[in-house]
T-cell receptor, first 113, second 117 residues
Framework: GENVEQHPSTLSVQEGDSAVIKCTYS??????FPWYKQELGKRPQLIID?????GEKKDQRIAVTLNKTAKHFSLHITETQPEDSAVYFC????????????FGPGTRLSVLP | EAGVTQFPSHSVIEKGQTVTLRCDPI?????LYWYRRVMGKEIKFLLH????????ESGMPNNRFLAERTGGTYSTLKVQPAELEDSGVYFC???????????????FGEGSRLTVL
């Protein structure tokens, strides 16, 4: 089955700096890669996603890149702000039909003022 | 539009007791998932319903866990008897299924925190 690894487990950056979180997946059949943000005590929420037919996607300060050959994808946050502090989870979609998701272990991002 | 709702938000029980968690997905979402996060670790898959059918229950840890989705609407996850290692946050999520294999966004509930003493 699919296995998703995520690094680093914790990340601290100064406000205004960039943050990068990397994930690798094992199943070459995975074709959809969402990123979820979970603030303390709240539900995980989708912040950006990418499909396997695209190499990069950007939404304001957030971007995701995908390397299908190497089977890894990354989340990039620029100009970080204190409200970016949260746990970020990457995920891979295991099936084309039925949408089963496998999540990485999460990265706790702290943006220091 | 109402989101995914879960009940209870927090449950504290003793080892050996029974707990039932409930999830109401977003109306019209055929896909319903249960996940668990233990001790700040990964969000681990438990099982997946498509309407009332179990599409994949490979993540269910053992036969003390029973999930149902009668009528394809809300779902319940029962733990009986509960053990200490069952403590964690149980998330329910739902998504729309297009029928053509296209993936839709996964919407999470706020989770049910289970503490087994």
């Amino acid at each position: 089955g699919e296995n998703v690894e995520q690094h680093p487990s914790t990340l601290s950056v100064q406000e205004g700096d960039s943050a990068v979180i990397k994930c690798t997946y094992s199943d070459s059949a995975s074709n959809y890669f969402p990123w979820y943000k979970q603030e303390l005590g709240k539900r995980p929420q989708l912040i950006i996603d990418i499909r396997s037919n695209v190499g990069e996607k950007k939404d304001q300060r957030i971007a995701v890149t995908l390397n299908k050959t190497a089977k890894h994808f990354s989340l990039h946050i620029t100009e970080t702000q204190p409200e970016d502090s949260a746990v970020y989870f990457c995920a891979a979609n295991r099936y084309n039909y039925g949408q089963n998701f496998v999540f990485g272990p999460g990265t706790r991002l702290s943006v220091l003022p | 539009e109402a989101g995914v709702t879960q009940f209870p938000s927090h449950s504290v029980i003793e080892k050996g007791q029974t707990v039932t968690l409930r999830c109401d997905p977003i109306s019209g979402h055929d896909n319903l998932y249960w996940y668990r996060r233990v001790m700040g670790k990964e969000i681990k898959f438990l099982l997946h319903f498509v309407k009332e059918s179990k599409q994949d229950e490979s993540g269910m840890p053992n036969n003390r866990f029973l999930a149902e989705r009668t009528g394809g609407t809300y779902s319940t996850l029962k733990v009986q008897p509960a053990e200490l290692e069952d403590s964690g946050v149980y998330f329910c999520a739902s998504s729309f299924h297009s029928g053509t294999g296209h993936t839709g966004e996964l919407f999470f509930g706020e989770g049910s925190r289970l503490t087994v003493l």
